[in-house]
């Protein structure tokens, strides 16, 4: 069993930056691609990064240049960094994680809100 905790929400003014955290617990954590999707109030949760065991990532086209999602297996937390933060923006985010080769994300975090005021 994988348990994510995230954390790192808050509000923040547009322009701003917010890194978010989630911390992975379970003997099969580091070995598991990680991902970042994000739910606005009325909308369908998306997919916003990902990130594999070795490093390769992906992005949804709304965040490319903006957020960052990097990964330390050391310590089983991933990051999503972002800057340049819209009120579009605004969404709970949910840390989410899946086996290798598998197209669903089998674990869930409890979602962290991200508020970006104009």
């Known amino acids: 069993q994988v348990q994510l905790v995230e954390s790192g929400g808050g509000t923040v003014q547009a322009g701003g930056s917010i890194r978010l955290s989630c911390v992975a617990s379970?003997?099969?954590?580091?070995?598991?691609?990680m991902g970042w999707h994000r739910q606005a109030p009325g909308k369908q949760r998306d997919l916003v990064a990902s990130?594999?065991?070795?490093?390769?990532?992906y992005y949804a086209d709304v965040v490319k240049g903006r957020f960052t999602i990097s990964r330390d297996n050391a310590k089983n937390t991933v990051y999503l960094q972002m800057n340049s933060l819209e009120p579009e923006d605004t969404a709970v985010f949910y840390c989410?994680?899946?086996?290798?080769?598998?197209?669903?994300?089998?674990?869930w975090g409890q979602g962290t809100q991200v508020t970006v005021s104009s």
């Open positions: 990130i594999t065991r070795d490093g390769i990532t």
């Open positions: 989410a994680a899946r086996q290798l080769g598998s197209p669903q994300y089998t674990y």
């Open positions: 379970g003997s099969i954590a580091s070995s598991l691609t």
